[in-house]
């Protein structure tokens, strides 16, 4: 999982440097506290804004991913500052990764290449995930309604370094305003709204999840 703070160089330079660390600190706070809950997720590294975290389960990475929207959305009044609110947004991929330990652990490989571009293309405030994480994680969601979150099924969009398309899915809080379909790339391959069913139970695997509009047909939605 990759996660990042939407526009932060923009509003460092319009805020200041202090105002604008104030923010950060409380927004890596409230990442820290909710990605490591009961030992859910691991944070790899910090790299300026962003967090990379890992996860046993993509069900748990979804969880906890939606749960620091909510959580930002949530304390918005104290994550604003003149017309600045602080979003983020965050990718989740899953899939074997590389660890390397040496002063410092941290994960690479194509998964986590992955993650990080599917991220790049979120907006503030919407959890993107690839079709593999959305196959592992929709079952659960549907059946735990303490969870409260909903998907969505973008379509497909080229990411850069990878040949082929990678179809996204989004994963939200019920009370929230669902995202709009991610920014297009070039090229942006828009597949048509359909319902799909929650695929059968496929087990857990490792999950390498990132934490980083123009007008769109609609997409479908699912509660």
């Known amino acids: 999982m990759f996660t990042d703070i939407v526009g932060s160089t923009n509003a460092t330079e319009r805020l200041g440097e202090k105002v604008y660390t104030g923010l950060r600190h409380l927004h890596d706070e ?18 300026g804004d962003s967090f990379l975290c890992v996860f046993a389960e993509p ?8 749960e620091v929207q909510r959580a930002i959305h949530m304390n918005r009044e104290n994550l604003s500052a003149g017309e600045y609110t602080l979003t983020v947004r965050i990718g989740i991929h899953m899939g074997q990764v590389a660890v390397e330990d040496s002063l410092r652990q941290d994960v690479f490989g194509r998964q986590v290449n992955m993650a990080a571009r599917i991220e ?9 995930t690839s079709r593999s994480v959305w196959e592992n994680a929709v079952g659960w969601a549907a059946n735990d309604p303490s969870a409260d979150i909903g998907h969505i099924r973008y379509g497909k969009a080229k990411l850069k ?3 082929e ?3 996204l899915f989004g994963f939200h809080s019920k009370e929230a305003v669902v995202p709009p379909a ?3 790339t070039s090229p942006w391959h828009r597949m048509p709204a359909t319902a799909t069913e929650p695929p059968p139970h496929s087990g857990a695997r490792t999950s ?8 769109s ?6 509660r």
């Open 182 to 184: 991610p920014a297009p």
């Open 161 to 163: 370094g990878f040949d």
């Open 30 to 47: 409230l990442v820290r506290k909710i990605i490591t809950r009961d030992g859910a997720g691991t944070i790899v590294k910090e790299i």
């Open 59 to 66: 069900s748990a990475a979804v969880e906890r991913a939606v």
């Open 208 to 215: 390498a999840a990132a934490c980083r509009h123009p007008p």
């Open 120 to 128: 790049s293309l979120a907006s503030g405030g919407q959890v993107l």
């Open 217 to 222: 047909p609609p997409a479908t939605r699912h």
């Open 165 to 167: 398309p990678v179809e």
